[in-house]
C-alpha cells in the first residue's frame, strides 16, 4: 500500500478523535507505546496502560492527568510469565472497571541480546515467542468479548522490518514477529465479516528511539524518522476514518509514512 491510498501522513487527528473510547496500549512505558498512550489520552480516550514496571506506568499516569486528560487505568502484567488465567482476570477487572474496549494497539516487545545462532537457547526462544506472539493474541483473545460489543473497535499490531527482512543474528526476534504478524492477519480475514472490527499490522521501519539505540549502538539516527511522526497512522486506524483499511500490513517508512 501507498501513501496515496489513504490519508495517515498527513492525517490531522480532530480534537475529540477518540471521545468516550477506552484503549488499551501494551508496553506504555516505551517510546512508541508511551508517546501514543499521551496523544490518544490528549484526544479524549480513557487509556489503559500496560506494563510491567510499575513506577514508569505511573509516572506516564501522572503526565496524562496533568495534562488534563480522562483519568487512565494501568495494568501491570509481565507478558514473559502471564497465564491464561492472569489475562483473562485482567480483562475482567478492565471490563468492570471502564465497562467498555474500543481498541488495543500492540507495542509491547522483547528483542533481547542479539546474538548469533549458537548462542542461543531454547529459554531465549521461549521467552521471545512468549512475550512476542503467545502474549498478543492472549490478551486480544481476552479482550475480544469487549472487542466483540464496541460499536467500532480497532486492534492494532506493531511489528517490524526483520519479520520480512531476517538477517544475521535476529532469529528469534524476527521469528517471533513473522509469526505475530501471520496470526493477526488471520484474525483479520477471520473477522473480516464483523464490519465494526478491524485489525492491521505496522511496520514503523527504522525510527529514533531507544530500543534502535540498544540495537544499533553506532548508527546516526540523523534524518531517521522520529516517533511523533509515526503517531497519525496509528491515530488514522484507531479512528473512525480508518474504519475502511482492514488485514493490511502497512510499512510506514516504505510508504513514506514516517519521514
Not at 156 to 164: D, N, Q, Y
Request: proline share 6%.
Amino acid at each position: 500500500m501507498t501513501q496515496q491510498d489513504y490519508p495517515m501522513k498527513d492525517y490531522q487527528a480532530p480534537a475529540n478523535l477518540l471521545e468516550g473510547r477506552v484503549i488499551l496500549i501494551t508496553g506504555a512505558s516505551g517510546g512508541i507505546g508511551g508517546a501514543l498512550a499521551k496523544t490518544c489520552a490528549k484526544l479524549g480516550a480513557t487509556v489503559v496502560l500496560h506494563g510491567k514496571r510499575v513506577k514508569a506506568l505511573e509516572r506516564l499516569y501522572d503526565e496524562i492527568e496533568a495534562a488534563g486528560g480522562p483519568t487512565p487505568a494501568i495494568l501491570p502484567l509481565d507478558l514473559a510469565t502471564a497465564s491464561e488465567q492472569e489475562y483473562n482476570y485482567a480483562v475482567s477487572v478492565l471490563e468492570r472497571q471502564l465497562k467498555r474496549l474500543d481498541g488495543i494497539v500492540h507495542c509491547a516487545a522483547h528483542c533481547g541480546d542479539l546474538s548469533p545462532m549458537s548462542n542461543e537457547t531454547i529459554d531465549v526462544w521461549q521467552t521471545m515467542m512468549r512475550v512476542n506472539v503467545i502474549a498478543p493474541f492472549a490478551l486480544t483473545k481476552a479482550c475480544l468479548p469487549l472487542l466483540m460489543n464496541s460499536p467500532d473497535a480497532s486492534v492494532i499490531v506493531t511489528s517490524e522490518s526483520h519479520a520480512s527482512q531476517p538477517s544475521a543474528y535476529w532469529g528469534a526476534f524476527a521469528a517471533s514477529r513473522a509469526a505475530l504478524e501471520h496470526a493477526a492477519l488471520g484474525w483479520a480475514d477471520e473477522w473480516s465479516r464483523h464490519e465494526h472490527l478491524r485489525v492491521n499490522v505496522l511496520v514503523p521501519g527504522p525510527v529514533q528511539s531507544p530500543a534502535r539505540r540498544r540495537t544499533h549502538p553506532a548508527e546516526s539516527q540523523i534524518g531517521m524518522a522520529t516517533i511523533d511522526s509515526l503517531l497519525p497512522a496509528y491515530l488514522y486506524l484507531l479512528g473512525a476514518e480508518g474504519k475502511g483499511v482492514r488485514g493490511q500490513k502497512i510499512h510506514l517508512a516504505q510508504a513514506g509514512l514516517a519521514s
